[in-house]
């Protein structure tokens, strides 16, 4: 009984370990800072207008986190649950988008995440070994 014990502390460990030293941790919040100050500097230079600023910051942090959640799948020693940030990441460009292209244009969208979805599923049947 010990040895088990001793055994899942040391899994425990080595996962923080690996969690701790991960080189992805710093992606998402370096590219929501880029993002940031792109829209501001959009804003600034009346590319974009200061009240509709956040439905592109929505459409970009969806895409950041759908850009980590390939990035983590096609790096296995940085592999974690992905599911909820393309799940989150597929939400918010939904909601940023149907906010700035509008609602009636909504339903494209939709078929556009289907296919999407299709492409990601059958590239990660692909990768998983049987």
């Known amino acids: 009984m010990p040895e088990d014990k001793e055994n899942q502390e040391r899994e425990k460990t080595s996962e923080?370990?690996?969690?701790?030293?991960?080189?992805?941790?710093?992606?998402?919040g370096g590219l929501i800072l880029?993002?940031?100050?792109?829209?501001?500097?959009l804003a600034t230079m009346d590319y974009l207008s200061w009240s509709g600023w956040w439905q592109y910051f929505l459409m970009g942090l969806g895409v950041i986190l759908i850009l980590e959640a390939i990035i983590r799948s096609a790096s296995p020693s940085c592999r974690k649950d992905i599911t909820g940030k393309l799940i989150g990441g597929l939400v918010l460009v939904f909601i940023g988008g149907s906010f700035a292209i509008g609602w009636s244009n909504w339903w494209p969208l939709i078929l556009i995440a289907v296919g999407v979805g299709i492409l990601l599923s059958s590239l990660w049947k692909a990768k998983k070994p049987e």
């Open 16 to 28: 923080e370990k690996k969690h701790k030293h991960d080189p992805l941790s710093g992606l998402t």
């Open 34 to 41: 880029i993002l940031l100050g792109v829209l501001f500097l």
